[in-house]
């Protein structure tokens, strides 16, 4: 069984900064895509950002692009998304998600694991 917990959320004033964290555990994801999607009050889950598991490759929404930074600890099977700059519209609450494939993806029906979300609040 797979499970995947964040931790890391807050309040936070607009410009400052958040680390969220994901642990994983439960097989192995040397051959897996994780990502963080995030979803606001009366909007849909949108994706923010995704690696593979060996940190090769990343990919990231244009919204987020030059101000979130995802990274992964193998060692520590723990995947974070650094979130700098934040401003208001940031505020939602963070799911962490797997993939058991190796390519990236945006799409939330290819995620085959969540987490239970973490909230991020941004304040003005």
């Known amino acids: 069984q797979v499970q995947l917990v964040e931790s890391g959320g807050g309040l936070v004033q607009a410009g400052g900064s958040l680390r969220l964290s994901c642990a994983a555990s439960?097989?192995?994801?040397?051959?897996?895509?994780m990502a963080w999607f995030r979803q606001s009050p009366g909007k849909e889950r949108e994706f923010v950002a995704a690696t593979k598991w060996n940190g090769l490759s990343t990919y990231y929404a244009d919204s987020v692009k030059g101000r979130f930074t995802i990274s992964r600890d193998g060692a520590k099977n723990t995947v974070y998304l650094q979130m700098n700059s934040l401003k208001p519209e940031d505020t939602a609450v963070y799911y962490c998600?797997?993939?058991?494939?190796?390519?990236?993806?945006?799409?939330?029906?290819?995620?085959?694991?969540w987490g239970q979300g973490t909230q991020v609040t941004v304040s003005s």
């Open positions: 998600a797997a993939r058991q494939k190796a390519q990236i993806s945006s799409r939330e029906y290819e995620y085959d694991y």
């Open positions: 439960g097989r192995t994801f040397a051959s897996s895509t």
